[in-house]
Structures are given as C-alpha cells and as structure tokens.
C-alpha cells in the first residue's frame, strides 16, 4: 500500500519562500507521475504541476500557468520524494498543498490520480 506525506508548509510573507516534499514509502513510484495540487477555502482543487519519468533518473515537469515562472518541481533520483519550490509567493498561493500519484487520464484532473497525501497548509500572509 503506498502512502504519501507531504511537509515543509507554513506562515510566510509575500516575496518570500517554501520549499513543500513529498514523501512516497510503501512502494516505489519511480516510474509513476506524480502531481501537486491545492486547495484554497471554498475552491475546487486545482492542479499546480506534475513530475513525469522519462528515463533511468531522468524526470520531466509541467507546471500550471497560474505559478509558472514561480513554482517548480523536483524528483529524487529514486523517484520517490518530489518537490515543490515555490518562490516568491503571493497571497493567493495560501492553500493546503496535496502530492498525489497518477493512474490514468487528464493529468490536470484530480480524478486521474489514486493515492494522495494529507495535505500541507500554506498560509501567505504580512
């Protein structure tokens, strides 16, 4: 049974940073994309960015219009521990942040994935 944990939320100020992880154990994930999501009070879901296996270590991301150029993603050459860095934040990036595993489908679609995290809140405020 795989399991994901995400970390590394928090209070932050405007321009500043965080760095989010999340945590894969139960199984190897290696090969599997993976994404990071949020969801801010009152929202749908939305779909930040994914992590995609194309080879060996070699990983490919996709990041969301509404964080390009702020956000990116990471893997760990074991595939298992991805990362969201994300700087500068604004306060419309406050949101708890959830890493899920894809199974198939529309990777922007959160019903294209089976196994998420609890969730890290992050909370961007002066």
């Known amino acids: 049974q795989v399991q994901l944990v995400e970390s590394g939320g928090g209070v932050v100020q405007p321009g500043g940073s965080l760095r989010l992880s999340c945590t894969v154990s139960g199984r190897t994930v290696s090969t599997n994309s993976m994404a990071w999501f949020r969801q801010s009070s009152g929202k749908a879901r939305e779909f930040v960015g994914a992590?995609?296996?194309?080879?060996?270590?070699?990983?490919?991301?996709e990041i969301s219009g509404a964080v390009r150029g702020r956000f990116t993603i990471s893997r760990d050459n074991a595939g298992n521990i991805m990362r969201l860095q994300m700087t500068p934040l604004k306060p419309e990036d406050t949101a708890i942040y959830y890493c899920?595993?894809?199974?198939?489908?529309?990777?922007?679609?959160?019903?294209?994935?089976?196994?998420w995290g609890p969730g890290t809140q992050v909370i961007v405020s002066s």
């Open positions: 899920a595993v894809w199974l198939r489908g529309d990777y922007v679609s959160d019903s294209s994935y089976d196994r």
């Open positions: 992590s995609h296996w194309i080879t060996g270590y070699l990983y490919s991301s």
